[in-house]
């Protein structure tokens, strides 16, 4: 199948390299040519604009960042619907409001283009292995065309329901997945606070009742001090946070323990960290303590930021 993919990022790089191997005609645009020229040393096309590559393939897939940039290249000039032409099918893996991807889906289907968004959980090792979550807001119809990619990159996909579903369904996840790791954090500064061996904590932590995947995602990096890798960064998660308070103002509720969480991803960000991953977060609260969460052996925490 002919595929087009725009957004070759954190998790747009592997899923459209899982596509290659998979044997699919994949052509790739994005911002960065250094990106492009390696999934073309791969197998893939490198594309030239949004428009140019919705004109030439059955499916289009986009995954990325800001409300701004999927505006502009889905619906803008030069953008994918300006090339897209009846029957193919539009795939958006962004994370973005459901009221956004409401307005797209109306804009595709004038255009007799089918949409499908599908926004993706699974930093990591687990994008590289295909064993994404993917929560899917569509027709029925689009669901079923879609699913046998969708499979190729994930082995949990849900629908959800009609297009918004996915990326409330998102979002909520994400309020979860934000308030588990800022706990995490808080439990290990309290065990360093009062003596306790940091690493023999976590793995107490990591098979008990306090087991969750945030803990084993950011643990590793807080004990060996690295803070500026990872797929997932403060000012993403302050970010995914404005769109979840959306859903909460619309619902009317007040959630005390996701307010908590997202002050302290702010004040990490007040503090110079927006640009590491969601681990530096516990930076704050080591200065508040007194403390620090390190393992044996660990590197200077000014160099490894």
């Not at 991807?101 to 926004?119: D, K, L």
């Not at 000012?235 to 946070?241: F, H, L, P, S, Y």
């Amino acid at each position: 199948m002919r595929i087009g993919f725009i957004g070759l990022g954190r998790m747009g790089k592997p899923m459209a390299i899982n596509l290659v191997k998979a044997g699919h005609d994949v052509t790739v645009v994005n911002r960065s040519q250094e990106k492009v020229r390696e999934l073309v040393a791969l197998g893939a096309k490198a594309g030239t604009t949004p428009a140019a590559l919705a004109a030439e393939s059955d499916v289009t897939m986009a995954c990325l960042f800001e409300t701004e940039t999927i505006e502009q290249v889905i619906e803008g000039p030069g953008g994918v619907l300006e090339g897209a032409g009846p029957g193919s099918m539009l795939i958006d893996f962004s994370t973005q409001r459901p009221a956004m991807a409401r307005r797209i889906a109306a804009r595709c289907q004038e255009a007799g283009v089918a949409y499908v968004e599908a926004p993706i959980s699974g930093t990591g090792q687990r994008v590289w292995d295909a064993d994404l979550t993917v929560m899917v807001g569509s027709g029925d119809d689009e669901f079923e065309r879609a699913l046998p990619l969708l499979r190729v990159l994930g082995k949990n996909v849900q629908h959800m329901g009609g297009v918004g579903t996915g990326n409330a369904t998102k979002l909520v996840n994400n309020m979860v997945k934000d308030v588990t790791a800022a706990a995490s954090m808080e439990a290990l500064v309290l065990g360093a606070k009062l003596g306790m061996d940091p690493r023999a904590l976590y793995e107490a932590m990591r098979t008990a009742s306090a087991a969750n995947r945030q803990l084993d995602r950011i643990a590793p990096k807080i004990l060996e001090r690295i803070f500026n890798e990872g797929s997932s960064s403060v000012g993403t998660t302050i970010k995914d946070q404005a769109l979840v308070q959306e859903l909460i103002d619309e619902a009317g509720m007040t959630l005390p323990l996701r307010d908590a969480a997202l002050a302290l991803f702010k004040r990490a960000a007040d503090a110079g960290y927006a640009d590491d991953d969601t681990a530096a977060a516990i930076w704050p609260l080591e200065a508040d303590a007194g403390v620090e969460v390190r393992g044996p052996g660990a590197g200077r925490s000014d160099t490894t930021r």
